[in-house]
């Protein structure tokens, strides 16, 4: 066996030297223009965004805030409306529930008028307890917590 060892040795004439030093990135758009072009971008934008988009934006505004003033009387009435819908009913059933109790006068305590001050014509708002006396009592504690938040 003529085995010649051969060594591992450089290329003729040498590595190439190692780079080391810093090179940097090549750049586009230095501090100045970069600055000019984007206050150059946003002036085009907000130019086109105030008098192309805005107006229709404004105008749709309008639009809804005048039909929520349009419909502002009748959905208050309607809220009025439900509001003592729901009184009369409380009021038929307390007739209802005692119906069955001697000398018992819906609208009374004990033979005597609730409210002595007010005309027989006058309604007297029912506190939220009493209002809320035949609903789960979660709607009561919504109602309750809404009211404490709105100061």
Known sequence: MDATIKQDLPPPGGYEKIQYARNPAKTFFRGGRLLA??????????YYYFNHIYPGILHRRVEKKGSHLATLPLLLAEQDRAFLKHCRALRDEEEKLMANVPGWEVGKWNGQPIYKTLDKDVFSNPILSEYYCHAPYMDFYKKAMEEAIQV
């Open 37 to 46: 072009g984007f206050i150059i971008l946003n002036g085009c934008t907000t």
